[in-house]
């Protein structure tokens, strides 16, 4: 009985990193991908390593958050197969409405609806939780908009990230043995800023590793059920799997609900999303990339947009006659003379398309109340409707 509730368990966990890495490897590896700077396979491959990395390490901290901070209790075999299974169902509502749901905020609330249930929840672990999740955007959104509004401008005026026609390193056989050799069209400043964006992908990856493997491998590890390393192996694999096969699609759409972003932009919010997330996970928090994305996301394109304005107006919103630019960051801003804070930006910046979609970033922060909110009400009556599953 036993080992079926584990083979259970197990199918379930696999599930549910399948469906992690489907999303996170959109998110680490879409702006490369769309760049044409690496395939679909060479970055499922690569997220599938580096997933590895940061949930054997920094993963290791969240894992015991979830396992023994929420409740103080230990979460049986059937507990965590069930626990599991809230949290592929909030995934599963969250993909029919196209929403990359924050998945640690899911498995916080699962975890939180059985603590309800059994009177054992740690309210003081929740509240510090809950905490950090209303910090992460906003401070993310900080970081994007003084970026957007004093940086951005003159950065994209001196880093601009080629991509030539034709391979980026070839082998020449000219000589004795092969050697690597630039492509025939591929220039030093190609490969830096192929460098940069391949060595982002990876920290990327890292971070969704050390803040999603524990998602999936902690309700079977907190019963003893299997131990940490057997169950990160398994979490690890399936996020691969998920990238290697549902993420194909991800990768090539990754972004474009919320804005048309270009690659510098996205190399900014890849940067600050993963720095925010695996700092907050090295101290145990179970965060998601997708919050820290999003409000690098909205703050960078506020920043951008408001640079034509003072920014006492900005924040009081009482402009004079000057207009927000709200296409400021779908613009390349491929730009020689980079325009001082409250002076208009050229036409070619003023002339973009929208900025974001409101109605979109609205839709994310529905889902990242309904998400967790579903797994604690359907956590809660499960557990009150069958104690014997505790």
């Known amino acids: 009985m036993v080992e079926s509730v584990l083979v259970i368990g197990v199918a379930v966990s696999v599930f549910v990193g399948f469906n992690i890495g489907g999303s996170s490897t959109g998110i680490a590896w879409g ?145 004795r043995f092969p050697t690597p050799a630039l492509g025939p069209n591929t220039t030093w400043r190609e490969i830096g800023g192929t460098t940069v964006i391949v060595v982002l992908g990876c920290y990327m990856a890292f971070s969704a590793g050390a803040s999603n493997v524990p998602n999936a491998a902690a309700p079977l590890v907190s019963g003893g059920a299997l131990a940490a390393e057997p169950a990160i192996v398994v979490a690890a694999a399936a996020i691969g799997l998920g990238g290697f096969t549902i993420a194909r699609r991800t990768m090539e759409s990754v972004g474009s609900d919320i804005s048309d972003i270009p690659l510098l932009g996205a190399l900014i919010i890849m940067l600050t999303a993963a720095s925010i997330t695996t700092a907050l996970s090295y101290i145990g928090i179970p965060i998601s990339l997708v919050m820290a994305s999003v409000g690098a996301i909205v703050g960078l394109g506020w920043g951008r947009a408001t640079r034509p304005i003072a920014a006492r107006e900005a924040i009081s919103r009482e402009p004079t006659d000057t207009e927000i630019v709200m296409g400021a960051l779908t613009a390349e801003d491929a730009i020689d003379d980079v325009a001082p804070i409250g002076e208009d930006e050229p036409e070619d910046v003023r002339e973009a398309d929208e900025l974001f979609k409101p109605e979109a970033v609205i839709r994310y922060v529905t889902m990242w109340i309904v998400g967790p909110s579903m797994s604690t009400i359907l956590a809660y009556v499960f557990f009150v409707s069958v104690p014997g599953a505790v």
Request: proline share 3%; no cysteine; charged share 10%.
């Open 31 to 175: 702006p490369a991908v769309g760049a044409g700077l690496i395939g679909k396979a060479t970055a499922a491959a690569i997220m599938t390593g580096f997933v590895f990395l940061g949930g054997w390490t920094v993963g290791r901290n969240v894992m015991e958050t979830l396992s023994d901070g929420i409740i103080t209790i230990e979460i049986s075999l059937t507990a965590g197969v069930a626990i599991l299974f809230f949290i592929g169902l909030g995934i599963l509502v969250a993909n029919i409405f196209g929403v990359p749901v924050p998945t640690s905020m899911t498995t916080v609330g699962a975890i939180a609806g059985l603590g309800l249930a059994t009177d054992t929840l740690n309210h003081e672990t929740v509240a510090w939780i809950l905490s950090w999740w209303i910090f992460t955007p906003v401070f993310a959104f900080m970081i994007g908009a003084i970026i957007g509004r004093y940086v951005y401008a003159g950065l994209s005026r001196r880093v601009q990230i080629e991509n030539s026609d034709g391979p980026l390193v070839v082998l020449d056989g000219s000589g």
